[in-house]
């Protein structure tokens, strides 16, 4: 019999079967013990390759595009990161490349990484850990924070300056919404699910 305690007040309850698409509260407190999602393995897969595309793409291409006195420039993601090194503002610059760069593409990998044995049926080596990993790592994911800022830094340039957004920045608007998507349907208690189920 698996037992599960209310991390608000400590009261511990029986874990019983639940079905897909449950969200379980404590019978004291209504604190959320943890919730399922009725999404399949293959979607959180799926979502996870389309985030992978996108961040691709919004790191491969400009972000935007700026033309002052006839003169165009471009500017890249990891660019933007080392202009910002390289004014002076060193821990700005790593704190623009953890939030949207490093720790979205762990989060897309190590979904990969776990999810694709689960498909074929195997343990990934390590996943247990990896899974910790990813559960502390998402409060990091500030990739709506970073185009919020970026829409603001637009609108006040354009004032000085011909801005015109790029495909990056599209693609990563969109990986926001992907990497919220994939969040939404893999809540922790789901991976755990699915890795018992398939190696009962």
Partial sequence: ???????????????DGIVPAARVRCV????????????????AIALALAAL???????????????????????????AALGLYDQGYATLGLLVTFTAVLVPLTQILAFLYVLVPVRLGF?????????????????????EVFVLGAIVALVKLSSEAEVAPR??????????????????????????????????
Avoid at 28 to 43: K, M, N, Q, W
Avoid at 53 to 79: H, S
Avoid at 172 to 180: D, E, I, K, S
């Fill in 28 to 43: 004291r407190c209504r604190a959320e013990l943890y919730r399922t999602s009725a999404a399949g393995v293959d979607t």
């Fill in 53 to 79: 595309v996108l961040f691709i793409i919004a790191n491969a291409y400009p972000l935007v595009a700026f033309k002052v006195n006839g003169t165009t420039r471009m500017a890249t993601l990891t660019g």
């Fill in 1 to 15: 019999m698996s037992v599960i305690v209310c991390h608000a007040c400590d009261l511990a309850h029986r874990e």
């Fill in 167 to 200: 495909i990056a920045l599209v693609a990563y608007g969109l990986l926001m919404l992907m990497l919220a998507a994939m969040a939404s349907v893999t809540p922790t208690e789901q991976f755990w699910r699915w890795i018992n189920r398939r190696h009962r």
């Fill in 123 to 143: 343990r990934a080596p390590g996943q247990e850990r990896l899974l910790r990993v990813l559960t502390a790592l998402r409060p990091w994911g500030m990739s």
